[in-house]
């Protein structure tokens, strides 16, 4: 829209007639303007280089916004840059707790295993029905994956103390008894159905469950140990509050 003001032309841009930002989200886009211009064509001279990723973490850290609301912003102004000063639709991008978990998974189970010691999660004692004699103590490794996580329990063999003398586990006795848990996780549709494979940026908003994610664990084996641990195989969740 232009606007004639004592014959001077005054271009009005959709951000100002749009009633789908706030003053304050306005005055944000007009502010990334100045310093960063048009993301997509590259480098303006006198601006800066854009990246969804560094101004959403600026945003938070200057602006105290909370994460989505930093990373909404700045993912709506790098795709919808000439639409916020041209023409009018709508123009938010939404930005959901399961998209930003999925976006940065690998980064987060990455931590989890650089923090670790030799892989080892943890230190366990399991006993299973009629082994006695010896101490079954295991160590937990944690193997990530491309959208989960295995913790693998081996069992020892070979000479193991007991209390009063030392037992002798052979492969095929240890073997059977190792534990084994896989955890993947997969975006649901709007219906609660997991989806698996590539999600596009149309469908993370059309078609996604923004609020829950599931955890799939791996199918009930025929082991009776395996069936205690794995009663059931699929759980929706539900993203932490905070």
Known sequence: MRIKKKHVLLESFLIDDSTEFTPVEK?????????????????????????????????????????????????????????????????????????????????????????????????IVVDFDRDSGFEDNRDVHFWPGYKGFTLYTPMNSGRIEGANDYVYIYSRQSDPRQIMVKANYFPIDKEGIKVDGYVSEKDWVDNIDKEKFMVSRMKTPINRIYRKLFAGNLEPVSPPSN
Do not use: C
């Not at 303007?33 to 280089?49: L, Q």
């Not at 101004?55 to 105290?64: S, Y």
């Not at 912003?73 to 919808?80: A, G, P, R, V």
């Open 27 to 123: 005055k944000i886009f007009k502010m990334l303007k100045k310093h960063y211009g048009n993301p997509i064509t590259g480098v303006e001279e006198g601006k800066k280089n854009f990246s969804q990723w560094d101004v959403g973490a600026w945003l938070i850290e200057t602006l105290n916004l909370s994460y989505q609301e930093a990373f909404s912003l700045s993912k709506t102004y790098f795709w919808n840059y000439t639409k916020l000063f041209g023409e009018t639709e709508k123009l938010r991008m939404d930005v959901s707790l399961p998209y930003l978990f999925f976006e940065h998974f690998r980064a987060l189970i990455d931590k989890v295993k650089e923090s670790l010691n030799n892989d080892i999660f943890d230190n």
